[in-house]
Antibody, heavy 118, light 112 residues
Framework: EVQMVESGGGLFQPGGSLRLSCAASGFTFSNHWMNWVRQAPGKGLVWVSRVNTDGSGTTYADSVKGRFTISRDNAKNTLYLQMNSLRAEDTAVYYC???????????WGQGTLVTVSS | DTVMTQTPLSLSVTPGQPASISCKSSQSLLHSDGNTYLHWYLQKPGQSPQLLIYEVSSRFSGVPDRFSGSGSGTDFTLKISRVEAEDVGVYYCMQGLHLPLTFGEGTKVEIK
């Protein structure tokens, strides 16, 4: 069974940093591009970032470029999102999502809530 | 950025009746490989999003055949032939061709 479990969320101060993790199981992790998608409270879905299968290629939404870094450890079947210079507008549930093919996300984690507030 | 515009933003449907959601993109989603990268997701209350339809009209594994997708280029439609209580939630279209990847604002479907 495909499973993805995010962790690392919580309450953080503006300007602070954190790292989200997404532990994957039930599939060959290294075969799939992976993504982060976020959802602010009561709002819609917003794509954040993606990484290719070996981690050598990454892409970001403009709103997080230069502040967030996506990475993966295929030996540990884990996806990461390093989030620096946090802003209030980064407050959201962050989902990891597996890329089936051409950016159709066939499996999603349960999400982890990041709250940025002083 | 590719803007995805969904209509309506909310829909109240009687069980057993059909429902239709439109999604229009600000640029064509047709790739040179001949495929069109428009996908549909459903987020049920309190849950993570789930893939319903990929590449305009292909139903994902386990998705009931009452869900169907159609369209081409910039205009797309998701149809539910007979709405059931379990279909409530927010439906999102998403384009997978142009960076950044973008979602529609969502259509909330509720049962009358």
């Amino acid at each position: 069974e495909v499973q993805m479990v995010e962790s690392g969320g919580g309450l953080f101060q503006p300007g602070g940093s954190l790292r989200l993790s997404c532990a994957a199981s039930g599939f060959t992790f290294s075969n799939h591009w992976m993504n982060w998608v976020r959802q602010a409270p009561g709002k819609g879905l917003v794509w954040v970032s993606r990484v290719n299968t070996d981690g050598s290629g990454t892409t970001y939404a403009d709103s997080v470029k230069g502040r967030f870094t996506i990475s993966r450890d295929n030996a540990k079947n884990t996806l990461y999102l390093q989030m620096n210079s946090l802003r209030a507008e980064d407050t959201a549930v962050y989902y990891c999502a597996r890329d089936k093919y051409w950016n159709s996300f066939d499996y999603w984690g349960q999400g982890t809530l990041v709250t940025v507030s002083s | 950025d590719t803007v995805m515009t969904q209509t309506p933003l909310s829909l109240s449907v009687t069980p057993g009746q059909p429902a239709s959601i439109s999604c229009k993109s600000s640029q064509s989603l047709l790739h040179s490989d001949g495929n069109t990268y428009l996908h549909w997701y459903l987020q049920k209350p309190g849950q993570s999003p789930q893939l319903l339809i990929y590449e305009v009209s292909s139903r994902f594994s386990g998705v009931p055949d009452r869900f169907s997708g159609s369209g081409s280029g910039t205009d797309f439609t998701l149809k539910i032939s007979r709405v059931e209580a379990e279909d409530v939630g927010v439906y999102y279209c998403m384009q997978g061709l142009h960076l950044p990847l973008t979602f529609g604002e969502g259509t909330k479907v509720e049962i009358k």
